[in-house]
């Protein structure tokens, strides 16, 4: 039934690997956890590479691991041959079942089934195929989709979920073509790498962008992107009748990146429900759009109450849908920061003095915090340098932290104040290492 779309989803089957384009950081991940008998779940926005994520993974399986190529079964449940049966998870086993007789594989079989929400209940389908083993699943799709009730419950301590962002810079700068082997190119290429800061802060890391030179190009495909996830992906799942209210609050949030806001200030801003923010929110966060950050406290219900502030996936979709790059330069690198420290594992909060002062992020672990960050575009002026500096060393003074760091966008340094020490370091150099 299935068995002209199992071949053509399969081209590696004849030895053929796939181009892979930038090798994703994430790509580790993945390798450590195929021994695992775990489903692995590539989730994240839409656009950011989980599809090359998996066939990356694959080239691994063949090249590195030598998994007989027909060993491993690919396929796209977005393909509109598969649009007909996507209520029906049957058609999910008689598609496996086609290619078990099409090549009939001895071994573990590993199954990749990309766009996995296409199929309501494709769960039940992982679920029962897991139970007989002998079969290791990856399976990407938005997280909005991926991460919901029913898959935790279904699934439950059996999959391992692997987040997939836009390009960081080091993939960005890989993309550009300039490839370093260490510090010392580094430090030779360094215009270069501020240069391509630029285009990363201003346009984003989604790798489709990266290969389009064309500015207002790249803005339309990033505001596509966005009412895409909006009024395909957000809007049908949840019944929203009224959208366009959905993608007021989202353009809105998405101009006022790296703020604070609170539900009833923001419900009365954009006119809707405290309940309905919420939940609106909720769903962006869902899908990947956009992320929210509590301060840090020791109490919960503190926690809650505070006011929250709100981060976009991607510098460039929040530029095309909201703010003009030139006139907030300062927000869009602290965005960018916060998701360099989200790819790093971290823990994270914003900490707010108990006079009032505000540190950007805050890195928790082990019930304490670990260490103090900062970022402002440029320290220059007298005033933005002492309003940074008294609000970190007030901060590393009540943590009991002897050192933080300020990131800003061209400026190095080294200073000791009041017995603490700060690093500055530019933002290049910090996403780079």
């Not at 590993?110 to 029962?128: G, N, S």
């Not at 490839?179 to 989604?206: K, S």
């Not at 006119?271 to 962006?284: A, E, M, Q, R």
């Amino acid at each position: 039934m299935f068995e002209t779309l199992i071949v053509d989803n399969n081209p590696h089957w004849d030895g053929t690997l796939y181009q892979e384009g930038v090798t994703r950081a994430v790509l580790s991940r993945v390798k450590d956890y195929l021994p695992l008998p775990h489903i692995i779940a590539l989730v994240g926005v839409r656009r950011s590479g989980k599809s090359t994520l998996a066939r990356q993974t694959i080239n691994h399986l063949i090249r590195d691991k030598g998994v007989p190529p027909r060993n491993i079964l690919f396929l796209n449940l977005e393909n509109p041959q598969f649009s007909r049966y996507r209520n029906e998870v049957s058609y999910l086993e008689q598609a496996y079942n086609d290619y078990l007789k099409l090549v009939a594989p001895t071994g573990t079989v590993y199954c990749f089934l990309d766009e996995v929400h296409y199929f309501t209940e494709w769960q039940v389908f992982v679920k029962a195929m897991y139970e007989q083993k002998g079969i290791k699943f990856v399976v990407t799709g938005s997280n909005s989709h991926l991460l919901t009730s029913e898959f935790i419950t279904i699934l439950s301590g059996r999959a391992m979920p692997v987040e997939v962002y836009p390009f960081s810079f080091p993939e960005f700068v890989a993309a550009s073509g300039l490839q370093l082997a260490d510090t010392v190119e580094m430090i030779r290429e360094r215009n270069r790498l501020r240069g391509l800061m630029d285009d990363y802060v201003q346009h984003g890391g989604f790798p489709e962008i990266t290969a389009i030179s064309e500015p207002t190009t790249k803005k339309e495909i990033l505001v596509m992107y966005a009412r895409n996830i909006l009024y395909q992906d957000i809007a049908p799942r949840f019944a929203i009748k009224k959208a366009v209210d959905l993608e007021n609050l989202f353009f809105y949030l998405a101009s006022n990146i790296s703020s604070l806001y609170s539900f009833n200030k923001l419900a009365a801003l954009v006119g809707l429900s405290d309940k309905t923010v919420k939940d609106y929110i909720g769903y962006f966060s869902d899908a990947y759009l956009l992320f929210t950050l509590d301060a840090f406290a020791f109490s919960a219900k503190e926690q809650i109450r505070s006011p929250k502030k709100v981060y976009a996936i991607d510098t460039g979709l929040a530029g095309a849908v909201g703010f003009s790059f030139s006139e907030n330069q300062g927000r869009l690198l602290e965005n960018l920061l916060f998701l360099e420290l989200k790819r790093r594992g971290h823990a994270l909060y914003y900490y707010k003095t108990s006079n009032g002062l505000e540190v950007d992020f805050a890195c928790h672990a082990g019930g304490k915090i670990t260490q103090l960050i900062q970022v402002t575009y440029d320290m220059g002026e007298d005033r933005t340098r002492n309003r940074e500096l008294r609000a970190l060393v007030k901060a590393l003074e009540e943590t009991g932290l002897a050192a933080g760091v300020i990131i800003t966008y061209e400026q190095e340094d080294e200073i000791v104040v009041d017995g603490k020490k700060i690093s500055l370091i530019p933002a290049f150099k910090y996403l780079m290492t």
